[in-house]
């Protein structure tokens, strides 16, 4: 069953430690994003990476941290300098990175306590 | 980079009446216009998109046009049905090629 893959859907964190989400994906698509989703704002985009061993920043990278050591992963840590961490956060793969269909996964729901 | 404002950020209709949903951008050389749907609990899907080349596509009771000159672009839902409630988000690329989403707006369409 293809597609994208996204753990843990739930996640709590004391205030001070990193947390790392994981995102995998069976679609052999090259590109692969993560957004943060907050009420009324949106999905803003934090990391993409266009193929493997490369990623570039997004719009709000600050505090969070990728890496793209094989296609099919791209896990985001989320780390003590993100001040405001709480959020839904998504995993998306596309074959082309602008004009593309978005592949979502089912998100993540960081709360940090 | 590219700014894309969406409105209204709320919208309800009754069952069977249309919907409008409207985003400006500011990128005059953005090209791809997709429309994702959020359904409650679940995750953004494509519903239709489209490209520069074109005014209006349509897909059985969704439309999609856009004013190239205006930089603004809109998402027609006609015969509004309850599973037409979510959130709808447009979208448009920026400087660095990569897409940048409006807020949101959210549909209700009341039995």
């Known amino acids: 069953d293809g597609g994208i893959t996204q753990s843990p859907k739930y996640l709590f964190r004391k205030e001070g430690q990193n947390v790392t989400l994981s995102c995998e994906q069976n679609?052999?698509?090259?590109?692969m994003y993560w957004y943060r989703q907050d009420p009324g704002q949106g999905l803003r985009l934090i990391y993409y990476?266009?193929?493997?061993?490369?990623?570039q920043k997004g719009d709000i990278a600050e505090g969070y941290s990728v890496s793209r050591e094989k296609k099919e992963s791209f896990p985001l840590t989320v780390t003590s300098a993100q001040k405001n961490p709480t959020a839904f956060y998504l995993c998306a793969s596309s074959i082309d990175p602008v004009t593309g269909e978005l592949f979502f996964g089912e998100g993540s729901r960081l709360t940090v306590l | 980079g590219e700014n894309v404002e969406q409105h209204p950020s709320t919208l309800s209709v009754q069952e069977g009446d249309s919907a409008v949903i409207k985003c400006t951008y500011s990128?005059?050389?953005?090209?791809?216009f997709p429309w994702y749907k959020q359904e409650l609990g679940k995750r953004p899907q494509l519903i239709i998109d489209i490209r520069s080349n074109v005014g209006e596509k349509k897909d059985q009771r969704i439309a999609v046009t856009l004013n190239k000159t205006a930089k603004h672009f809109s998402l027609h839902i006609t015969e509004t049905q309850p599973e037409d409630s979510a959130v709808y988000f447009c979208a448009a690329p920026g400087s660095a090629r990569q897409l940048t989403f409006g807020s949101g707006t959210q549909l209700t369409v009341l039995p």
């Open positions: 990476s266009q193929i493997v061993n490369d990623f």
């Open positions: 679609l052999n698509h090259d590109a």
């Open positions: 990128d005059s050389a953005s090209n791809y």
